[in-house]
C-alpha cells in the first residue's frame, strides 16, 4: 500500500490527464521566446493576476530570488514575515545571491504597518542598512498555510510605496489564499509590484513558477533567470501542466483545505499537541507537540512505519499538508493513525 | 514550408517518441530525492562519464554556475579558453554568481600547458587573484564546434593538478566530441574534477543538463542548485527525455557533423566566406564575412527572408549549427540559399 | 564653550603626547610588511590577546566584515546577539560582503547555549542555510555596553565548537569588557578562534582596529583587508597612536565608566526614562524614552542646544557615551541639562 | 647604507614638514562629517579636479572597488586597458565585491574608440553581459607609466557616454600624468564621471586616496566606503599630509620623471634589455628581460644585494620606480648597479 503522504503539496504526481497534456504540448525554444505553450501561460498569467508580463521559472526558490535581485541592490534590508521562505528554505540564497539582509517580523505569517515602520531602520543614518523592499508570504507556509488578511496587506503595502518600496508577494500558494478568501488572484496581487506563483505546489504540476509584473521588470527577471540557470529550452512541457493545472485543479483546492481542517481538528484534540484551530485556513496543517508527547523527529518516524508521511519542522514542530494525491479517506486514515501514535 | 533552423541545436522538438517517454516517465518529489528517473538519469549519467555521482539541473548555464560556486570562492581567477561560455553567454553569472574573473587564454577554443602556466598570475604577492580554477569547454562553441585534443586535455589537467587547481570540463556537447573523436565520453571526462553535460543541445532533450563527480563534491553541488533556484519536484519528465535521447540520440550526432560538413565546403567555397574547414570537426560552422560581404546582421535577415535561420555571433560572423531537426537534404537547401545570398 | 559630546567615544581627539607619539613614529611600507611600528602593534596585540598573529585594518567594520569573508562562505548563516553592530550598524555588510544571513538571538546583548542551538536550523536538510559561525559582541554596544558574563561566553563557544562552528568575538569595545569584569583580555578572547579589537573607540586613538588567531587566519584575513581596500601604507603613524593609547588610556577606562555610572543615575531618576542600572557596566547608557517624555529626535535636538550631544538611537531611544574627552565635572553638568530636559 | 628602494613610489616615507603638519592637524570625527581637515582636502580636490564633490578613502584599492560598486550592478562588463589595477592588482575584488567582470582591450595601457566598440559585446541579446562602465588607468602602471593621450581619453569618454555607458578614471597617479601632460588634472578628469586619485604614491603621503565626482554619486560612495570598512575616525591627521603633498610635492614629479628617464637610458643599453623608451613618460621604469639575460627574480635577488630594490612584474617583466626619496645621484647610483649586473 502506499503511503500518505503529507510531507507536502509538492510531492503530487502528474494525473494521466495532465501527462496526455504534456504530450501534446506545442513547444518552441523558450531562450528565443518562441515556445507557444509557455507564452500562452505567460499571458494567461499575466492576466489572471492582473499584470502587464509574465514569466516562466523551475521553481519558487528562483521566482523568489530574481525578485530580491530585481528589486533590491546588494546591502539593502527587506522586510518579511517571521519564518518566511526567503529566509528559512532557500539555503541562505537572498544573502547570497542577492547581497540582501531580511528583517523578520510580525507573528503568525502576517504583519502590519506599525511593524514594517518599526522594522525600518532610520534613515539618513548612513550606518544602517536601507530597506527598500516589502515582502508577503501569502499564504504563509510555516506559519500552517495561513491567509494574509487582505485589508492588511494593503494597507502594508500602500505604506510601502509612500515609504518609496517596492513590494513583492510570494504567492507561491496564493491558488490556496484565493479559494480561501474567495477573492480572485488579480485582487490579492494588485497592491504589489511583482508577483510569484508556484504552479508545483497545491496546483500538482510537476515543476515550474512564474513571476509577473510590469514589462519592463519582467524583462529584468529575465535576465536574472538566464544569469541564475534558469532559462530553459522546448519548456511548453511543463507549461502544458501548468495550464492544465491551472483549469483542473484551481478549483478542487477547496476540498484539500476541508481535508487539512479535518486532519487538525483530529490533531487538536489529541494529548500533547499544541494547535491553533484558527491558523488553519488552507491546506497546511502545523502543530507544536508539547512535553511529555514525542518529539518531532519521533512522531515521523513512527508515523511512516504506519504509512503516514509527515515533515519534521522544528524540534518539537511538525507540518502536514493535504493535496491531490490526498483524498478524504486517507486523510481520516491519517487522522486515526496519528492520534492512535499521540494518544498517552 | 517550416524555416531550416540552423540557429542552434538547442532549436529541436522532442521526437514522438520522446514525448511517449516522457508521458510514461515514473516520477516522485526530486528534491526529497525520490524521482525514480531522476535517479535512473543521474546513476547512468556518472557511471557513463566515470564519476561517482551526478545531479540534474535545468541548463547548462546553471551547470556551469554551480561548478564556479563548488570549485572556487569569491575572488578567485580561472583560467579557461577564449570566449568560453561561461564568460560570455552567462549574462556576466561568473562574476555576479560566484564573485569570480575568467582570463581567456589560447586561441581556437583550446590552450595547452605554457599558456595556463603564463596566466596564472605569480603565487606569494598578494595582490594578484589567485587562480584556483583550469575551465575546458569541450566542444568549444564559439571557437566553432571544435574538439579539444585529448592529450592536450591531459596536459592541461595533470598540470593544474601539480599546481593545486581542480579542474572543469564544461562539455555540454561533449556527446558531439565523444562521437567526433571516437573516445568514450568517460575517457574524455577522466583529468577532471568535476563535468557537466547538457541534454537539449545535440541529444535533442527539451530542457536539462548534468554535473559529475565526486560524491562530496555533487553532495555540495545540490545546495548549490537549490541556491540558485534550480531544484525541480517531478522532474522524471525532464530525466525520462534525456534517458531517451542517450539511447537514441547519441551516435546519430555523426549525422549532423556530416551534415556541417556540407554546409561548411559550401561556404567555405563562397566569395567573402571567410572559414578554416579544419575548425568543422562537429555540428557547428562558425564562419566569418570579410569586408565586401554582407555584414551578419544582413546575411541573417536575408537568410531568414528565404527560410533558413542562423545566428549573428559578432558584427561580421555567423553561425550555422546542425542538429535532429535538420537531415541531409535540408542542409543542402540551405547552403543553396546561402550560397545564392553570398553570391557577388 | 565646545559642547560636551556624548554621541560616541569615537569623537575623541588626539592628545598632545599621542599626537607626539604619531609625529615620532617610525615607518615603512605595511603592505611590504615593512612598517616596524605596525608590526611591533600587532606582534603586541597578539600577544595581549593570546593569539598567534594580527593584522591592522582601518575600521572595526572591516574587522568586522573582513572576519566574516574568511570564517564563512556565501550563503552561510550567523548566530549573534540581537541588534548586533554588523547586522545593524554595517550598513548591509555582511550580506553584500560576505553573503551571509546573521540570525539575532537573545535579549539585553547576550545568548547563551539554549538560544545558539534553538537558532540553528535542522542539519541534513539541504533547504535550511547551515550556520558556520557564532558571534559576540563584547562589550554590546547598542544593548547598552554590556559586559557578557564570561562563563556564559564559554559555554556558548564550546558548544559551538562541538557544532562544528567557528567563532568570532567583535571586541571593539574588548576593553571596557576588560576592566569592567577585572579579567585580562587575553582570557576574554581565549574562547575565539578570532578576534577583533578596535583603537578608536574608548582608547582614544584617531582610527584603526585589528584581528588576532592562528597565522593562517590572518593571513587570509590580509588577502581580505587588501580586496576590501583596507591595506595602507606608512600605517605606522596610526598603529603609534594606538602603542600609545594601550599604554596610556586603557587603565582609565575605569573612569569613563564612573561617569557614565553617575550620568545613569540622575538619568533613572528622570520621570519618563526608561533604563535598567544593572545594563550600565562600562562607558555607554542607552535609555528609553516612555510616552509622554520628548521623543528621540527632541531631546537630542534640544540637549545639543544646551551643549550636549547624544544620538538617536530609534524613534524612543537614545544613547550617550562617555570617555577620555568628558571629565566628571563635565558628566555632572550634562546630567544636569538632561534633568532639566526631562522634568515634567 | 640604506637601500635605494625602487620597488614602488609607495615606500616613500613622510618628511619632517610633513609630519609637523599631521602632528598639528585641526581633527574630528570623520563618520559625523565632523573633521576640519579631511572637509578642506575634499573641498580642494574637487576644485583641483573640477568635480562637485569629494571623498576620502584609505587606498587606491578601495577608491576603484567603490567606483565599481557604484557605478555597476552585478553581472555587469567593465571595459579596460589590458593589466589595469582593477584586474590586475586588487587580489580579485572587481569581481568578488561588485560582481563584473573587466574586459581587459587595447595594449601599452591604452585603447581607442574602435576597441571600446568591439569590446561591447551585442546588446539586445540577452546571453551577453551588458557592458555598463568604461575605465582608463592614467597614467597606466603596468604598460610603464604612460601617460594616456588626452584626445584618446576624450574620444573613448565621449563615444561611452553616447552608448549609455559611465565612465571611471582610476587616476592613482593622475598627478604624474599631469606634470608630464602639462594639462590641469581638471581637464584631464573632465571627460569622467567620476575620478579617483591617490595620495600615497607619488605625492608621498602615508597613505590615502580620493573619488570625486557628483555630489549624490559620493554620497553613493560614502555609504559603500562605509560597507566596506573604509569610514576612519579622526582622519584629519592622513588629510593633513595629503593637503601638504598637494602644497609641496606636485611640482617635484618633474624630477622623478627625469630620473626614470636616465636610468630608463641606462637600462636600453644593457645587454638582454627590452625596453621601449617611448613607454617612458613618468616616474615608471618597466623592462623585459630577454633569453640570455638573468630572469626577473635573479636579477632582483642580485640587485637587493647591491642596495637596489626592484619588483619582479612577472617571470621575466621588472618594474623600477622614481619618486621623493631618491635622488638623482641615488638613480645614477642604481643605474650602475644594474648596469654591471646586466653586462654579459
Ligand atoms: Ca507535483
Ligand atoms: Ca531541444
Ligand atoms: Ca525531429
Ligand atoms: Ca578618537
Ligand atoms: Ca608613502
Ligand atoms: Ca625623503
Known sequence: MNPIDLRSDTVTRPTPAMRAAMAAAEVGDDQYGEDPTTNALQRRCAELLGKEAAIWLPSGTMANQVALRVLTRPGDEVVAARECHAAWHE????????GVQIVEVGRGGVFDVDELEAAIKPRGLPVFPPTTLVQIENTHNRAGGVVVPQAMVERVCTRAR???LASYLDGARLWNAAIASGRPEAEL????DLVGVSFSKGLGAPGGSLLAGPRALITACDRHRRMLG???RQNGIFAAAALHALDQHRERLAEDHRNARVLAEALAGCPGVELDLATVQTNIVVFRLAPGAPDAASLVARARERGVLLVAFAARTVRAVTHLDVDAAQTARAATVLG???AR
Open 162 to 164: 509612500e515609504l518609496g
Open 340 to 342: 492512535e501514535l499521540l
Open 189 to 192: 496581487a494588485a497592491p504589489f
Open 230 to 232: 534558469g532559462a530553459m
Open 91 to 98: 539555503t541562505g540564497g537572498s544573502a547570497a545571491n542577492a
